[in-house]
Nanobody, 125 residues
């Protein structure tokens, strides 16, 4: 059974930074795209960033481009999201999404096979 566990969320002031991590167990990690999504109260889940299985291609939502950096370490089955210059509108539950093996990056949650429970990011003004 694939397990996805996020960590690194917290409370930070506007302009600050946070680094999220996501560990994926048992999946053939290096064959699967990985993504970060977020969901604020009363809003739909939205794609934040995605990275191809090789790490050679990365994608960012316009709202985070230039501030967030996604990366992965396939040897450690770990996905990262470095978030700089945080804004109050970045406040949300952040979710790590994985797979399936051989899949492609996507902005649609239904295209991902495995999800974590989420880690809360709160940015105060």
């Amino acid at each position: 059974q694939v397990q996805v566990v996020e960590s690194g969320g917290g409370l930070v002031q506007a302009g600050g930074f946070l680094n999220l991590s996501c560990i994926v167990s048992t999946l053939t990690f290096d064959d699967a795209p990985m993504g970060w999504f977020r969901q604020a109260p009363g809003k739909e889940r939205e794609g934040v960033s995605c990275i191809s299985w090789s790490g050679g291609s990365t994608y960012y939502a316009d709202s985070v481009k230039g501030r967030f950096t996604i990366s992965r370490d396939n040897a450690k089955n770990t996905l990262y999201l470095q978030m700089n210059s945080l804004k109050p509108e970045d406040t949300a539950m952040y979710y790590c999404a994985a797979g399936p093996d051989g899949g492609e990056c996507s902005w649609y949650p239904d295209d991902f096979a495995y999800w974590g429970q989420g880690t809360q990011v709160t940015v105060s003004s």
